[in-house]
Nanobody, 119 residues
Framework: QVQLVESGGGLVQPGGSLKLSCVAS????????MGWYRQAPGKQRELVAD???????DYADSVKGRFTISRDNTKNTMYLQMNSLKPEDTAVYYC?????????????WGQGTQVTVSS
C-alpha cells in the first residue's frame, strides 16, 4: 500500500506560479511511474505530466514549457512547478503512482489539491 499526500495548491493570479508537492509514504520512485493529473469541474481527469522510474518525463501539450515535473528520491517527494498559470489551469490536481507488471497493476491516488487561477 502507498499513501500519497499533495500540498501546495491555492489561489493565484493569471501569470503567477505555484509549486505542488506529493509525498509518498515509502520509497517507490525507483519502480513506479509518478504523475500529476487534474480535473476541472465538468471535465474528465487528464494527465498533466509524468515521470518514469528512469527519470523520463512527459507533458500534456497544454502545459509544455510552463510546467516542470521533478522528484527528490531522498524525500520521497514529487513536485510540479507551474509557471505562467492561466485560468484554464484551474482544477483539482491529483498525484498518482502506478506500477505495471506482466501480472498486475498497482495504482494509487492522492486526495487532490485545488488550484485556482483567477484575478
Amino acid at each position: 500500500q502507498v499513501q500519497l499526500v499533495e500540498s501546495g495548491g491555492g489561489l493565484v493570479q493569471p501569470g503567477g506560479s505555484l509549486k505542488l508537492s506529493c509525498v509518498a509514504s515509502r520509497s517507490i520512485f525507483s519502480t513506479y511511474t509518478m504523475g500529476w493529473y487534474r480535473q476541472a469541474p465538468g471535465k474528465q481527469r487528464e494527465l498533466v505530466a509524468d515521470i518514469t522510474s528512469d527519470g523520463s518525463t512527459d507533458y500534456a501539450d497544454s502545459v509544455k514549457g510552463r510546467f516542470t515535473i521533478s522528484r527528490d528520491n531522498t524525500k520521497n517527494t514529487m513536485y510540479l512547478q507551474m509557471n505562467s498559470l492561466k485560468p484554464e489551469d484551474t482544477a483539482v490536481y491529483y498525484c498518482n503512482a502506478v506500477l505495471r507488471t506482466s501480472w498486475r497493476t498497482l495504482n494509487y491516488w492522492g486526495q487532490g489539491t485545488q488550484v485556482t487561477v483567477s484575478s
